[in-house]
C-alpha cells in the first residue's frame, strides 16, 4: 500500500511517467485456476522502463468482456497491453473481440500463415496442421504483427487515435521474450525517465513504529516517496528518488545514509538480500561454521539456510529434536535441565544453541524451541511461546516471543526472529525493539 | 482459456450462478512487486461455493481510483469483494474511498478501537498505541466491521441498494481466514447451488499420463467435467458433477471409484489432503514413529512433517545431515561407505533411512541425498541427480530421480518424491511410473 507511482516527477521536468493499463484475458485466471504472474512480470518491465502501470483489468474468454475493457483502457491509457486468447482454440477470441471493438475487420495474413504451417512440419507429427491454428493468422486491419520466436501464436501491435496496443499470449515464456523484444524498447524510446529506487528490508521492527520513526524523512529528503511494504516477519522500505538522473548514485547514498541513522539495527540488507544470505556472507567473513537445534520450527530454520546457494560451505548440520529424548542425544542438553525448566525455556533454548555447536564443532549455532499449537499450551506458557538463542564466539543471545496467528505463522516468524537473533548477536547489536 | 466456468449450471434449475467482482487495491501488486495470490484464492473459494467472478480490477492506492473502480463494479454485479488497503498507515485509503464514493461518512468505532488497544497491550513493548492505527477503526456509515482474528484490521460489510461489498485485508492469511468465515457461508447461503467437485490429489504421475487414462471418462460419466491441476510435484484431479443434489454422495462415489480403478497408486487423498498428513495417519494406525535424515533438502522434508498439527506423536527426530561427517555421527552412514560410493548414491540413502531410524529407535525412517545446485554437478552426478529411501518394517524403498529447474525447484521435487516413496512402502505399492 505504497503510493510512490503517484508522487513521482521525470527528469530534467515535471512529466509524469508514461500511465499504461494491463488487461489479462483467460476463463482460467477469473476462476482461480491459474495465478496471473504475467501480470507482475509485466508491471515490472513497464516500470523498469519508465511506465507506470494506472489499472490492470482481468476479463473471461468472451467478445463482448474483452472488448469493453479494452474500450474502457483507451479511455484512460495510451499504452495498453493486453495477454491471452491468441491461441488455436475456438475459446480464443482477442483478434475478434479487437476486430469488433475497434471496427478493424480481420483478414488473413499470407506470411503468418506460412510461418504457422512451417512451424508445424517443423514440430513432426501430422502433416497437415489443423484448421483451427489457421485463425493465429487473422490480422485486424491496420495492426502489425509481433514475431512470436518461441511460440505459434504471433502478437499484434495496433495504434488507435494516439494511443497503442499491444496484444500478446498468455503463454509466460512467450509473452516474457515478446515484452521484452517489443514493449520495453517501445517504453524505453518515449518514457520520461526510468524509475528510481531505494529498498532497504528490515526485521525486528513494527511496521507503524517504522512509519513513526521515518515520518519526518519528506523533510530531509525533498520529491522523494516512502512505501512500506510489509510480509511475515519483516517490512520493506522503499523510497523512490525524484527524478534526477544527474546524480543517483548520490541520491542513493543519501537515503541509504538516513534509513540507516533512524532505523539501522533492523535493517538487515538492500533489494532482494535474505536474512539467511547475510547470514552467510557474515560467517563466511569470520570463517566460521554454523549449526542449528530447533524444535517447533521444525526444520523450517534450516530449510531457510539450505536454501542459500553454496550454504554447504559455511552450514555444517542441522537437527530437528522434537522429542525430549533427541534434544539430550542430537544437541547434548542434559535432561534435568528440560526436568527443571520445561523443554520450552529460555534455559533450554540457550543449551540447545551451545551444544548443537558443540556437538558439530562449530563456532556458532541456533537452538529454537517453543509452542507452535495449535495443541500443547498452557496458561503459563500459552501457545505462541517460543525462546530463540544464539550461540558464538563473541557470546549469546536469546528472545522470549509471544506470537499469535495458525501453527504456520508462529513457525514462520519464530523461524525468521531465530535468524535475526544471530544476525543481532554476529554484528554486536542489542536486543530487537519489537516485542512480538 | 479453459472455460469451465461457463458451463456449471445450477441443481434443479437453469440459474446462473451468483456474479461477483474483485477489486485488488496497492500500489505493490500494480507496480509488479507483489504477484496477487489473493486474487487466485478469491475467485477458487467463490466458485467453490456456488459464485462466478466474472471481473477483476487491480488499482492503485488513490482514493480517486478506489472509489471509480467500486462504482464500476456496482454497475456489474452483485456481490463485491476487495482486498487491500486498510492497514495503519497513510497510504492506506479503502475506508476513506469507500466513505467518499458510497457518500457514507466515516466515524470511529468505539468497539473496534478498544480491540486494537487491548491487541497492541497484549503484544507488550510500548505501552501507547501509535495514533495512525487508530484509523482502523473507522467505519463508513451502516458499514458492519467483520472480526479479524488473525490480524489488527478489521474488515467491512457494506449493503449498497441491493449489492453487498466485502472488504478485507490485503494480507493473504487475513484475508484468507476472513473470507473463509464470512463470504463463504454469505455465498452458500444466496448461490442458486453451489457447484459439486471432487477433487483427488495425485503424486509419481505425469499430467499427460494422467489425462490419457482419464481420456474417456466422459463416457462413462455424463455430464461430468474434468479439469488437471499442476502444482509442482503433484497433479490434482477436478472433476466437476453434474448439478444432481439428489444423489451427490452416489455421484461421489461413482467418480471416486472410477478414478481409484484408473490411478489408484498415484491418488494420496481428497480435497486438502496432504501426503505429509496422509503418512501421519498411517503411521499413527500402526503406532510406529518416524525419524529423517535429509542432506539436499535441508531440512524441507522436516518442515512439511512437522507442519501437519500433532506430529509430535509420530515424528521422533530429524537431521540435516550436510556434512559428511554429520551424516556419519548423526545416522552412522559408514564413511567408508560414503568414500565408496560417494555421498549422493543409493547405498548412502539407504544407509541414511535405515541409520536414522536405528539411532532415534524408530520403526520408520526417510533418507535424502543430492545435488541440488546450481554447483557442485559433474558429468557423472549433474545437478538434479537425487536419492531418496524410505526404510520401514515392511522393507525398504528406493527412487532416483534427475530433476531440472532451479535449486528451489529441485529441493521441492526432491521432498515430494522423499514422502512419496515411504507413502508407496507403507502402503505396500510398487515403484512409481514417473521417471523425473
Known amino acids: 500500500v505504497a503510493g510512490h507511482g503517484d508522487r513521482v516527477t521525470a527528469p530534467g521536468g515535471g512529466a509524469e511517467p508514461l500511465a499504461a493499463e494491463v488487461i489479462t484475458v483467460g476463463n482460467e485466471i477469473l476462476s482461480g485456476r491459474t495465478v496471473d504472474t504475467n501480470f507482475a512480470f509485466l508491471a515490472h518491465l513497464l516500470e523498469e522502463n519508465g511506465a507506470r502501470v494506472a489499472q490492470h483489468q482481468t476479463v473471461g474468454d ?134 528510481e529506487h531505494v529498498t532497504v528490508r528490515t526485521v525486528g521492527i513494527w511496521e507503524s513504529v517504522l512509519a513513526e520513526r521515518l515520518t519526518d524523512l519528506a523533510g530531509h529528503l525533498p520529491g522523494h516517496s516512502i512505501a512500506f511494504l510489509p510480509s511475515i516477519g519483516s517490512v520493506d522500505v522503499r523510497v523512490t528518488l525524484p527524478g534526477v538522473a544527474a546524480d543517483v548514485a548520490a541520491a542513493r547514498a543519501r537515503v541509504r545514509a538516513l534509513l540507516l541513522e533512524r532505523v539501522g539495527s533492523y535493517v538487515y540488507g538492500e533489494g532482494d538480500a535474505t536474512l539467511e544470505g547475510v547470514i552467510g556472507t557474515l560467517l563466511l567473513e569470520r570463517g566460521q561454521w554454523l549449526a542449528v537445534a530447533e524444535s517447533c520450527t521444525g526444520g523450517l530454520v534450516c530449510g531457510r539456510i539450505t536454501a542459500v546457494p553454496g550454504s554447504s560451505t559455511w552450514f555444517e548440520r542441522g537437527v530437528v529434536c522434537y522429542s525430549n529424548a533427541s534434544k539430550t542425544a542430537l544437541a547434548g542438553v542434559p535432561a534435568e535441565l528440560i526436568e527443571r525448566h520445561g523443554a520450552v525455556s529460555e534455559p533450554v533454548a540457550r543449551a540447545l544453541a551451545r551444544g548443537i555447536a558443540e556437538r558439530a564443532g562449530t563456532a556458532v549455532g541456533i537452538g529454537v524451541t517453543g509452542i507452535a499449537g495449535p495443541a500443547g499450551g498452557t496458561s503459563d506458557k500459552p501457545v505462541g511461546t517460543v525462546h530463540v538463542a544464539a550461540f558464538a564466539p563473541d557470546g549469546e543471545a536469546h528472545r522470549l516471543l509471544r506470537l499469535s496467528g495458525s501453527r504456520a505463522i508462529i513457525r514462520e516468524r519464530s523461524t525468521i526472529a531465530a535468524l535475526d537473533c544471530l544476525r543481532r548477536l554476529l554484528l554486536g547489536l542489542g536486543e530487537s525493539a519489537k516485542p512480538d
Open 62 to 195: 468472451t467478445v463482448e468482456a474483452i472488448g469493453a475493457a479494452v474500450q474502457q483502457a483507451l479511455s484512460r491509457a495510451r499504452l495498453i497491453v493486453l495477454t491471452g486468447g491468441l491461441g488455436p482454440t475456438p475459446d480464443d477470441l482477442t483478434r475478434k473481440a479487437l476486430a469488433q471493438s475497434l471496427n478493424r475487420p480481420l483478414s488473413l495474413d499470407p506470411r503468418i500463415l506460412e510461418r504457422l504451417r512451417e512451424r508445424w512440419e517443423q514440430r513432426g507429427g501430422r502433416a497437415t496442421m489443423p484448421a483451427n491454428n489457421e485463425q493465429q493468422a487473422l490480422v485486424p486491419r491496420g495492426a502489425e504483427p509481433l514475431e512470436n520466436p518461441v511460440g505459434s501464436a504471433p502478437g499484434l501491435q495496433i495504434e488507435v487515435d494516439g494511443a497503442t496496443i499491444f496484444v500478446l499470449p498468455g503463454v509466460p515464456i512467450e509473452m516474457e521474450t515478446m515484452s521484452r523484444a517489443t514493449i520495453a524498447p517501445w517504453v524505453r524510446a518515449r518514457a520520461a525517465g526510468a524509475v
